[in-house]
């Protein structure tokens, strides 16, 4: 049973920094990606993120310069350094993973964390 598990939300000021992380863990063969996406009131889950196993970066045209996505493939981990908050940033942060669970079949499947609160407010 694979499992995501996340930390690092919070309250902080607008302008102020926060740092992500998410942990995978449970039996798997590989994982391909792992990103962010993000969830305020009312609104549509977005990508926020993501990275590849290979490192290659993809990110929401409104983060783009503010919010960098890192990953250490030896822990199964992603990170999301947040600079430059602003309230719209507030949101649920999920972390999301496309896993491959044996070296027999070549099938991904996505798993979610449970989410941690950012709330951006002065």
């Known amino acids: 049973q694979v499992q995501l598990v996340e930390s690092g939300g919070g309250l902080v000021q607008p302008g102020g920094s926060l740092r992500l992380s998410c942990a995978a863990s449970?039996?798997?063969?590989?994982?391909?990606?792992m990103g962010w996406y993000r969830q305020a009131p009312g609104k549509q889950r977005e990508l926020v993120a993501s990275?590849?196993?290979?490192?290659?970066?993809n990110y929401a045209e409104s983060v783009k310069g503010r919010f960098t996505v890192s990953s250490d493939n030896a822990k199964n981990t992603v990170y999301l350094q947040m600079n430059r908050l602003k309230p719209e940033d507030t949101a649920v942060y999920y972390c999301?993973?496309?896993?491959?669970?044996?070296?027999?079949?070549?099938?991904?499947?996505?798993?979610w964390g449970q989410g941690t609160q950012v709330t951006v407010s002065s």
């Open positions: 990275i590849t196993s290979g490192g290659r970066t």
């Open positions: 999301n993973a496309e896993i491959r669970l044996s070296n027999i079949a070549t099938v991904l499947y996505d798993y």
């Open positions: 449970g039996s798997m063969f590989s994982i391909y990606t």
